[in-house]
């Protein structure tokens, strides 16, 4: 795996996240990974949960749980990643089981009811009051509010190694959280795309050349605005690390990520959750 394009990490709470972007290089060298992603049911498993043809933007992901002094990690609270259906996938390279903080997700949260759109309405007029996730439109919401909408008590998929987890995270999900430091290897993929386009192919980040470059080039791109002032680049360069590696560089010489805040207050900072959705009005 050290033949991949550059990984990059962020920290996120106590938790570091790192990702290595499956370039056309690094494909080369995994012919098997590489049949997977060009294979119909792959795609077309994707798709559907994406509602596009897009195209996934895909990467090796590690996940490293209670690797730093941080808040909790904030992907563990109950989100929405968009207001419209968009994919993430994971292909487990190691068993999860519930003590390493699986995937979880709330049944039936992918359906925009009318009671979601309330909800969602009542979110965007209140989004100063939320954490940063929440202010960028990735909304968290309650255990109280998830009863008020109407859904069920979320689930846990703690799974064994080479299961896929395909997930539309338009649906309230979460990492689950770790019990202990742990060590989480997937192939991960993610697909979005503008939600305002009225069909669902014709994308050029469907083809293979364009869809394994992007992330490159998008990272490249943010790099070059944060040297000029104009932007902020969250992930870090890490230099030549393998998957299972430690978090903050193993050997390449890339710069630590970032340290997270200290905890203020001693605990989480969630959102309070918006006022409740309005009672249904009869239009007779």
């Not at 895909?58 to 749980?65: A, M, P, R």
């Not at 919401?141 to 846990?156: A, C, F």
Request: a positive charge; charged letters at 20%; aromatic letters at 8%.
């Amino acid at each position: 795996m050290r033949r991949c394009a550059p990984p990059r990490e962020t920290v996120q709470g106590d938790a570091v996240s790192r990702l290595m972007p499956l370039s056309p290089a690094t494909l080369r060298a995994l012919p098997e990974t590489r049949a997977l992603i060009d294979s119909p049911g792959w795609s077309g498993l994707l798709n559907y949960a994406a509602s596009t043809r897009a195209g996934p933007v895909l990467f090796i992901q590690t996940i490293h749980s209670h690797a730093t002094a941080g808040e909790d990690d904030p992907q563990t609270e109950l989100h929405s990643d968009t207001f419209y259906p968009s994919m993430k996938a994971w292909l487990y390279l190691h068993d999860v089981p519930v003590e390493d903080g699986p995937f979880v997700y709330v049944p039936g949260s992918h359906r925009a009811t009318p009671r979601r759109l309330w909800w969602e309405r009542a979110s965007s007029l209140s989004w100063r009051e939320g954490n940063g996730h929440h202010r960028r439109g990735s909304l968290r919401i309650s255990g109280e509010m998830l009863r008020r909408l109407g859904y069920g008590p979320p689930v846990t998929y703690a799974v064994p190694a080479n299961t896929l987890v395909v997930a539309d995270t338009y649906g309230f999900h979460a990492r689950g959280p770790s019990s202990r430091p742990s060590t989480r290897v997937a192939l991960w993929a993610q697909q979005r795309r503008n939600p305002f386009l009225p069909w669902t192919g014709l994308s050029p980040t469907s083809l293979p050349a364009v869809r394994d470059r992007q992330v490159v080039a998008f990272w490249g791109l943010a790099d070059r605005l944060a040297r000029l002032g104009l932007g902020k680049q969250t992930w870090h360069d890490t230099g030549a690390v393998s998957p299972m590696d430690p978090p903050g560089g193993g050997g390449g010489g890339g710069p630590p990520p970032r340290p997270p805040r200290p905890p203020r207050g001693g605990g989480r900072r969630r959102a309070p959750p918006p006022p409740p959705p309005p009672r249904p009005v009869n239009p007779g």
